[in-house]
């Protein structure tokens, strides 16, 4: 019953170092997202894949990118990573839109 | 997105009902509102959603208001348990919408 599995879930990197987040859900849905939380705030959507192919940008996309691997898996790369990404990411998944999300437990990354 | 208001905070003691109150007034008929909420150090968790008649599920009620300009969450009986950030949350239900966006929340503070 594993859900939505984040990894890793804590990270520490220097400044212009190189990361991907890993997330893959076992539910079988077709959309997927990744949102940041930073401290005190809601979450903000980065990337969102709607379906398998495809990937659109939310509402802080800048210094990210993201790959669908396939229906289970979707990635959040960091090419450079910058101070201002300090933050936690969540992954989410959905069967379709209107359908509740549910998210992983979260990835601690800060960037020194 | 058409936005929502919430309180900051709130607090509740343990067993006794409470009203999360949530005003949406730009709401647009194809809207739907969500519900979802955040334990300390967890990603969110979803409560409930509906979109004109007044839900209820094993978590909460959700009662909307007959104009849908505001609604609230019922936590029948509050639990320590419950003591968590609180997000009302919009979503079109028109094709290609796949986003939700998070606010702030009401922190919902549960005194024993």
């Known amino acids: 019953n594993a859900g939505v599995t984040q990894t890793p879930k804590f990270q520490v990197l220097k400044t212009g170092q190189s990361m991907t987040l890993q997330c893959a859900q076992d539910?079988?849905?077709?959309?997927m997202y990744w949102y940041r939380q930073d401290p005190g705030m809601g979450l903000r959507l980065i990337y969102y894949?709607?379906?398998?192919?495809?990937?659109d940008k939310g509402e802080v996309p800048n210094g990210y990118n993201v790959s669908r691997l396939n229906k289970r898996e979707f990635s959040l790369r960091l090419e450079s990573a910058a101070p201002s990404q300090t933050s936690v990411y969540f992954c989410?998944?959905?069967?379709?839109?209107?359908?509740?999300?549910?998210f992983g437990d979260g990835t601690r990354l800060s960037i020194l | 997105d058409a936005k929502t208001t919430q309180p900051n905070s709130m607090e509740s003691n343990e067993e006794e009902p409470v009203h999360l109150p949530c005003n949406h007034s730009?709401?647009?008929?194809?809207?739907?509102i969500h519900w979802y909420r955040q334990l300390p150090s967890q990603g969110p968790e979803y409560v409930i959603h509906?979109?004109?008649s007044n839900v209820n599920n094993r978590m909460a009620s959700l009662a909307i208001a007959e104009d849908r300009k505001s609604s609230t969450l019922i936590l029948h009986r509050a639990t320590l348990r419950d003591a968590a950030v609180y997000y009302c949350?919009?979503?079109?239900?028109?094709?290609?919408?796949?986003?939700?966006?998070f606010g702030k929340g009401t922190k919902l503070s549960v005194i024993p």
């Open positions: 989410a998944s959905r069967e379709q839109s209107n359908q509740p999300q549910h």
């Open positions: 539910m079988n849905h077709n959309s």
């Open positions: 894949s709607a379906s398998e192919g495809t990937t």
């Open positions: 730009t709401i647009s008929g194809t809207d739907y």
């Open positions: 509906g979109l004109t």
């Open positions: 949350i919009l979503e079109s239900s028109g094709a290609g919408s796949y986003q939700l966006t």
